[in-house]
């Protein structure tokens, strides 16, 4: 399969790397294309500054590789991508393979609040667009296409058994589907409790989402996308990554701009509250002094 490539240089390296994507005329791919750097990048590295590294990443909804790639070269020792459309898995299987991520497990299956068999199909008006196939129930469909469906409890418990507490990050993006992907989820979410990324593109879906993680501890803390995706971390997790801002801010600095000296922290006086973004935030002010500039 014909592939393009892109040079991307990660937080806090001085390194870039040649990143391989299919060379097809699809929506994430044309993107990437265009912008010559990774599709939805603001939330890949706003991630990667929150969530502890070394862990299990699950990509609900990998499409065509995008974000299982950064998850598998600068996140996790392990990735599991789920995908259940055919055509989009092959594309999927392609880009592990063209960059080499020896730590991505591959699964077909849509995740789902039960075991059994679903019809995914295109909305009108989506064709080169394969991010946006769907679970429908019944009605007509454009590209239907059957495909296995099993709890996200049950496809994780049979592909990882004890290494399930490793988990740090879960991504669900399938269009509409998350809800039902959570309530598969039950026993992961409250047992483990990793960050969550999860898609609403209404502001019922959020409210949804709202209603149904607040019982378990999670607290929402930014929004990103052009399409509304969200960051759910459990409270427990919250001055963690504030210390890991902290921490690789002053590091980025300390490696890339080796004239410049910090003079002071000013500790944030509001900072994030048990209900999330808004109430509070995680900045610290940092003072910096450029050396031999008086």
């Given at each position: 399969?014909?592939?393009?490539?892109?040079?991307?240089?990660?937080?806090?390296?001085?390194?870039?790397?040649?990143?391989?994507?299919?060379?097809?005329?699809?929506?994430?791919?044309?993107?990437?294309?265009?912008?010559?750097?990774?599709?939805?990048?603001?939330?890949?590295?706003?991630?990667?500054?929150?969530?502890?590294?070394?862990?299990?990443?699950?990509?609900?909804?990998?499409?065509?590789?995008?974000?299982?790639?950064?998850?598998?070269?600068?996140?996790?020792?392990?990735?599991?991508?789920?995908?259940?459309?055919?055509?989009?898995?092959?594309?999927?299987?392609?880009?592990?393979?063209?960059?080499?991520?020896?730590?991505?497990?591959?699964?077909?299956?849509?995740?789902?609040?039960?075991?059994?068999?679903?019809?995914?199909?295109?909305?009108?008006?989506?064709?080169?667009?394969?991010?946006?196939?769907?679970?429908?129930?019944?009605?007509?469909?454009?590209?239907?296409?059957?495909?296995?469906?099993?709890?996200?409890?049950?496809?994780?418990?049979?592909?990882?058994?004890?290494?399930?507490?490793?988990?740090?990050?879960?991504?669900?993006?399938?269009?509409?589907?998350?809800?039902?992907?959570?309530?598969?989820?039950?026993?992961?979410?409250?047992?483990?409790?990793?960050?969550?990324?999860?898609?609403?593109?209404?502001?019922?879906?959020?409210?949804?989402?709202?209603?149904?993680?607040?019982?378990?501890?999670?607290?929402?803390?930014?929004?990103?996308?052009?399409?509304?995706?969200?960051?759910?971390?459990?409270?427990?997790?919250?001055?963690?990554?504030?210390?890991?801002?902290?921490?690789?801010?002053?590091?980025?600095?300390?490696?890339?701009?080796?004239?410049?000296?910090?003079?002071?922290?000013?500790?944030?006086m509001y900072p994030v509250s048990r209900f999330g973004e808004s109430e509070g935030s995680f900045a610290d002010f940092y003072v910096y002094a450029k050396q031999g500039v008086s």
């Amino acid at each position: 399969m014909q592939c393009f490539s892109f040079d991307y240089r990660p937080p806090c390296r001085r390194m870039t790397d040649s990143i391989w994507l299919p060379d097809v005329d699809d929506y994430v791919p044309n993107k990437v294309r265009k912008a010559k750097t990774f599709y939805e990048s603001d939330l890949l590295e706003h991630l990667f500054l929150c969530v502890p590294t070394g862990g299990i990443i699950v990509d609900v909804g990998a499409n065509v590789g995008n974000h299982t790639t950064f998850f598998s070269k600068y996140m996790a020792s392990l990735v599991v991508a789920i995908e259940p459309h055919p055509d989009t898995f092959r594309l999927l299987t392609s880009t592990v393979a063209q960059n080499r991520l020896a730590n991505v497990l591959c699964i077909q299956s849509a995740a789902g609040c039960a075991s059994g068999r679903a019809t995914l199909s295109l909305p009108k008006g989506f064709d080169g667009n394969t991010g946006s196939f769907c679970i429908t129930e019944g009605g007509l469909a454009q590209h239907p296409v059957e495909v296995p469906v099993d709890t996200l409890d049950a496809i994780l418990s049979e592909h990882l058994q004890d290494r399930q507490p490793q988990i740090t990050l879960i991504k669900i993006d399938v269009e509409g589907y998350e809800q039902q992907v959570l309530r598969g989820a039950r026993t992961i979410l409250r047992t483990v409790k990793p960050h969550l990324v999860i898609e609403a593109k209404s502001s019922d879906e959020l409210r949804q989402l709202i209603t149904d993680l607040t019982p378990l501890g999670y607290r929402r803390i930014g929004r990103f996308c052009a399409t509304p995706t969200y960051h759910f971390a459990p409270w427990s997790a919250v001055h963690h990554f504030r210390f890991r801002l902290r921490r690789k801010f002053t590091d980025y600095v300390a490696q890339n701009f080796k004239q410049w000296k910090l003079l002071q922290t000013i500790p944030n006086m509001y900072p994030v509250s048990r209900f999330g973004e808004s109430e509070g935030s995680f900045a610290d002010f940092y003072v910096y002094a450029k050396q031999g500039v008086s």
